[in-house]
Structures are given as C-alpha cells and as structure tokens.
T-cell receptor
C-alpha cells in the first residue's frame, strides 16, 4: 500500500490564525481525501481532492474555511483558516489506490489544538 | 443521506473472551469495509466485503456481510491485548463517498 506522510504531526495555534497541513504520498494516486476526527469520535469527510479540478466539499464544510490544493498526483494541502477552538481536532488525509476501489489508506494525521 | 450505525459504542472484555461489533446501514451497500485504529494511531484498513452473505476470516477475526447488504459484523475469537483499539465499519452506496460508523472501542484486560 501507499506510504503517506503528513506535516506537521501536531501544532498548537492561536485563535484567528491559519494552518496549512501537507499530505505527501509515495506513489501517484487519483483520489485524495481530507477527514476530521474529533477526540473519541468517528471520521468526518471534509472534502475530496482530485488533481486538476476543484475539491468537492461535504455538507457543512466550505472552501473559504478549508481551502485545499492538489497540484499533482502525489501531494495535497488542507488549510484550516481563521481558526477557533472548535477546530481542535485530528486532520487526516487518505488515498484510494489499487484494485480495491473505495478502500482508503490513511496518513498518520495532524493533531491540531487551537487556543 | 446514507447513515451507518455501529454498536456497541464501547466494550471491555477479559483477555480470552470473544468480542463482536455490529454495523447497520440505512441503505443497501455496494461494499462494507472494516478499519482498526489503535490508540493514538490512524485508521488501518482490515478488509472489504462485497458479496451478499460473504464471510471472510483473518486469523481470529471473522467478518460477515448480511444477505441484504445492509449489515455487517466483526467477531474476534479469544481476544488478546493487541486487539485493543477502535473498530470502524465504513460503507458505500452507489456513487456515495465512504461513510464511517461511529466505531466500537475495545478494551482488553490481561
């Protein structure tokens, strides 16, 4: 399976600032996803990022708050803008790959705390 | 929209006891997947079931997909402390994105 890395692994940020999270994959993949997981909770899909097109956002998530870039088939960024304490969460990127359609492989996550 | 419900939310067992988590969907699923997330870790893919009534085994883990493709279960025989973690089911229906259940947290006491 693909090897996925995320930067930063964790950060503590001040209210009102923005943080950009990077996701790097060691192979070319078509579909990349960004999830949010609040402590002890399930995974909530933020958006799907395909190379060469705008990200598709799920209900409750908007581009102004979570802008996403997907410049090539191995890299994506998610920015959490104008942060508030409610944005404190783990942010995970994932990819689909191989013959197992829909199956996803996750990066290690970015643990964000907003003060 | 599609909803995937999972029970129980939490289970604490003694090592050697069996464990089962159940997953139910509000719609017929194209496939069901199971993931395991260790404490402090990220979700790791375990298995995918596609066919109605399908049963798959991985060592002490048995996965089932219901005949109507709306429910699934994961059974662990003789739990070990290494089984600790949260088990998530996730399903897709048609062209929908993968929807995760809320997960079952398993604690195993030695």
């Amino acid at each position: 399976s693909a090897v996925i890395s995320q930067k930063p692994s964790r950060d503590i940020c001040q209210r009102g600032t923005s943080l950009t999270i990077q996701c790097q994959v060691d192979s070319q993949v078509t579909m990349m996803f960004w999830y949010r997981q609040q402590p002890g909770q399930s995974l909530t899909l933020i958006a799907t990022a395909n190379q060469g097109s705008e990200a598709t956002y799920e209900s409750g998530f908007v581009i102004d708050k979570f802008p996403i870039s997907r410049p090539n088939l191995t890299f994506s960024t998610l920015t959490v803008s104008n942060m508030s304490p409610e944005d404190s969460s783990i942010y995970l990127c994932s990819v689909e790959e191989g013959l197992r359609t829909d199956t996803q492989y996750f990066g290690p996550g970015t643990r964000l705390t907003v003060l | 929209g599609q909803q995937v419900m999972q029970i129980p939310q939490y289970q604490h067992v003694q090592e050697g006891e069996d464990f089962t988590t159940y997953c139910n969907s509000s719609t017929t699923l194209s496939n069901i997947q199971w993931y395991k997330q260790r404490p402090g870790g990220h979700p790791v893919f375990l298995i995918q079931l596609v066919k109605s009534g399908e049963v798959k085994k991985q060592k002490r883990l048995t996965f089932q997909f219901g005949e109507a493709k709306k429910n699934s279960s994961l059974h662990i025989t003789a739990t070990q402390t290494t089984d600790v973690g949260t088990y998530f089911c996730a399903g897709t229906s048609g062209y929908s994105t993968l929807t995760f259940g809320k997960g079952t947290m398993l604690l195993v006491s030695p």
